[in-house]
């Protein structure tokens, strides 16, 4: 990331009176949470599993095999320890700045709200919610990780599965309308963390017809030729840099 660019960052967000982040995995690596879809992920899946991750992550492993679904979730897929980096944290600060008007994510770590954000739009769900798939009752995250094996509702014995929206799944309808309102409506969208290769979340960004886009990854994706801004770096460097809270953050609200 260059000067310019840094500068060209700060400056759209000045003048933007309506900003919407989207964000992948590349924004939850750098807290520590392997990406799976990641060769590494990859190999330690087929050597320790003998399945493919999208295979273990899917609803057809959660119905026929849901010990080892839950063995490869707990192991895999939970990270209590992880903290928010640089990226969460300057997101909420301009949300609280008034900057930034709602985080789209295909994460479901929590580390956005975490570190502050409120208007979090979790498209996959998230793995701190879990509920019984025969009387919904609610649990915590420790419910499931306290149990070996598959884990059982307290009340009617049905499987305690977490609210994730695995393979095979379709995403809830009320956070898609959600994403789309407000991708629809931003003046200036930021795309960071993700490779755009995942559908149909990557297709949220054919509603965005605002002033401008900035995508912020490590790698090309296949939107760069669309974008205003590219920029190959870390997410939580570049962000870092550009909504820092002393005169960085200060002109930035002040726009």
């Given amino acids: 990331m260059t000067a310019s660019q ?4 700060r400056r759209l967000l000045k ?3 309506s900003t919407v ?10 807290s520590g949470i392997p990406d799976f879809r990641s060769a590494t992920g990859l190999y330690h899946a087929r050597q320790v599993f003998g399945k493919e991750p999208e295979y273990l992550l899917s609803h057809s492993c959660f119905a026929n095999e849901p010990e080892l679904f839950f063995r490869y979730y707990r192991k895999n897929l939970i990270a209590r320890n992880a903290k ?22 295909q994460n479901i770590d929590g580390l956005h709200q975490a570190a502050g954000s409120k208007n979090v739009l979790e498209l996959h769900g998230s793995n701190w919610r879990q509920s ?28 305690v599965r977490p609210d994730v929206v695995l393979y095979e799944e379709g995403l809830d309808n009320g956070i898609i309308t959600a ?20 559908y149909p ?3 949220l ?6 002033g401008a886009l900035v995508l912020i990854n490590k790698t090309a994706t296949p939107y760069d030729a669309q974008a205003d801004l590219v920029i190959h770096d870390s997410i939580g460097k570049v962000l870092g840099e550009a909504v820092q809270e002393n005169e960085a953050c200060r002109g930035i609200e002040g726009g």
């Avoid at 840094?6 to 960052?9: A, M, R, Y």
């Avoid at 964000?23 to 750098?30: I, L």
């Fill in 6 to 9: 840094t500068e060209q960052l």
């Fill in 15 to 17: 003048i933007s009176k």
């Fill in 21 to 30: 982040f989207f964000g992948g995995a590349g924004v939850s690596t750098e």
């Fill in 84 to 105: 928010p980096n640089a990226a969460h944290l300057a997101l909420a600060r301009l949300e609280a700045a008034g900057k930034l008007q709602a985080v789209v994510t």
């Fill in 132 to 159: 019984c798939v025969d009387c919904g009752a609610k649990y915590a995250l420790d419910y499931i990780m306290a149990q070996d094996g598959i884990p059982k509702c307290e009340k009617c014995g049905g499987i």
């Fill in 179 to 198: 994403a789309v309102e407000a991708i629809a409506a931003a003046e200036l969208l930021i795309v960071g963390g993700t490779s755009l290769a995942v």
């Fill in 201 to 203: 979340a990557a297709g």
């Fill in 205 to 210: 960004l054919r509603y965005f017809s605002g």
